[in-house]
């Protein structure tokens, strides 16, 4: 799966994309936040409160509880501030 | 017309463009952002862009077909800039062309509005060595939120 992040999301994580083999048991967007946000401290300090990220999943936005597969692209960015 | 693009535009042939060679235009609504000097009380010297090339794209064409859907339209144009910008750069530029002005003026209004809250993009106000990102301003979902029940005015 590919995972990219966005904005201050990015900056906390170090990384703006990477591939992941997803675990099995990951099947929602808010399951992969909760299994990256342990990949270590930025990862925990960028996921460390949900409600203040939002998701893309095949470039469409997407609640946390929408369902993701292994061929899936998703993203973690802070809310738009574009215009 | 969809143009996500880091260098600067020219506002007048853009919107020109919207109504040439097309007699059956009555009015053409267009509006820009610039970068403004002040962010709050401090002064800023630099804005810069950062967007999700494919779905930056995506997103304003969905919104531009919403547009379409929404009200009689010749054309339509959004151009967005990334990249760093500077106090009086233009940042994006919306425009709607019809054959009459009610339209023009509520298409334009509409695709700021969503863009505003729907395209990934994401603004880093710089000054002198420090940069903040911006953060979104609940002021903005409430003028997406008049178009989910202000719909096509006839």
């Not at chain 2, 693009?5 to 267009?30: H, I, K, M, T, W």
């Not at chain 2, 009200?71 to 919306?94: A, C, F, M, N, S």
Request: aromatic content about 8%; hydrophobic content about 40%; glycine content about 8%.
């Amino acid at each position: 799966m590919k995972v990219l992040y966005f904005s201050w999301v990015r900056d906390r994580t170090g990384v703006g994309k990477e591939e992941i083999s997803l675990p099995e048991n990951i099947t929602t967007v808010e399951e992969l936040a909760g299994w990256l946000k342990a990949k270590g401290d930025g990862y925990a300090a960028a996921f460390a409160d949900l409600s203040l990220i939002r998701v893309a999943v095949n470039h469409e936005h997407v609640k946390l509880d929408h369902p993701i597969g292994a061929d899936d692209e998703v993203a973690f960015f802070p809310p738009v501030t574009g215009g | 017309m969809i143009k996500v693009q880091r260098e600067d535009f020219d506002y007048a042939g853009e919107v020109a463009a919207l109504s040439e060679g097309n007699p059956g235009v009555g009015g053409v609504c267009a509006f820009s952002g610039l970068v403004r000097d002040m962010a709050g009380d401090s002064q800023i010297d630099s804005m810069t862009l950062e967007h999700y090339p494919g779905m930056t794209e995506k997103s304003l064409a969905d919104i531009e077909a919403e547009a379409h859907r929404r009200w009689p339209l010749e054309k339509t144009l959004i151009i967005h800039r990334y990249g760093r910008l500077e106090p009086g750069d233009q940042i994006v530029l919306v425009a709607a062309s019809s054959a009459h002005r009610d339209a023009a003026f509520d298409a334009c209004r509409f695709l700021i509005d969503w863009l505003k809250t729907k395209a990934p993009f994401w603004k880093l106000e710089g000054s002198g060595d420090a940069t903040q990102w911006v953060e979104a301003k609940e002021s903005d979902n409430k003028s997406h939120d008049r178009w989910l029940t202000d719909k096509k005015k006839e």
